[in-house]
């Protein structure tokens, strides 16, 4: 985070000094990026596991098969730690008059150009090679709100837009319209109304049941993950950090309901008990061993945290070239279904890196310097 204009503000006081000594420091949590890749692998572990059932009808180890079926925890994981990110790397900005603006454009430079470079490139084919999809058809509608990130069906009834992984962008896309609303007011006031809102439409979520993709997204319970995320962020900022020894003490129930449901399935059947609790408690240990030095994910993993948004949009379309190489190719059945998955996910791997190197690391250094030179003098979020 960079911070400039200091000379014209009040010093700040309580709480907000607490946090802006730790925010202005421009100290990151590298190990929430490698966190950050093992939710997004696990989402892609799964989705490989599927491509690999449905074109070999091979179905790996029985044991990997049920390890990588839960990999949709990542999902909870990941909205959990966009929750966390918002909160700890913009804890300065609360308060400030201009610093909704600041928040929007940069969060626009950094979940848009890959998403709408991708989505208009399957827009072309789905416009001019239509044969090359099995199911989906062009519909200018679904296009427009794919754009948007406005939820919408596709053409086979289903809540996805033209770029699938895009579903969940929705989701963040919605919570940082909140949290730009609320940052103007103090990191408290925005943790309880944020709270209240998405329990409250959670409540209506339940007393109604949603008929349709727009209404299925704004009364979901996932919503409140995010919240579990910027509750443990304000915490870690306040300074409540657990001893390594109980860091560690924690982790040990999140490991045992992982597997738990690895072996036996979901628990309570509740997302929030089985899936959000669980990742938050796994932040939150995480954050405290970091802060303490007894944690270090080797630098390949916090790399790999980097390109993680470029594997999490680029692997579907991997996963569809590799299935048309896998028609045309005919590999033996005989070659080891983990095999498959394991190679995919590596090229895959491979593939993102490339798109963030060539693509989304150049765009988003360019237009955040763009957006330095035009932006109103003041605080800067990450």
Partial sequence: MTVGGQGDRPAPSGLLARLSRISSSGRFIPEIDGLRFVAIAAVVLLHLAVFVVRKTGVVPNDRLYDFVSTGFFGVNLFFVISGFIMVYVNAEAFGRPRASLDFVARRVIRICPLYWLLTGLLVLLLRFAPHTFDTLTFDTAHVVKSFLFIPTTNSGGEYFPILVAGWTLSYEMYFYLVFAILLPSSLRVSLVLTGLLFSLTTLVGYWQPATGPVSHALFNPILIEFVFGECVAYWVLRGHVLAPRAAVMLLVPVLAIFIVQVFGGRLAGSQLLDRGLPAAALVFAVVCLERHGRLRFPGWLKRAGDESYSLYLSHGITIAVLAKLWVAVHPPRW??????????????????????????????????????DVSPRGHSTR
């Fill in 335 to 372: 070659l080891p279904a983990d095999m498959l998955v394991l190679l995919t996910m590596l090229f895959a791997t491979i593939c993102a890196r490339a798109v963030y190197q060539v693509l989304e690391r150049p765009m988003t250094v360019r237009l955040n310097a763009a957006w330095r």
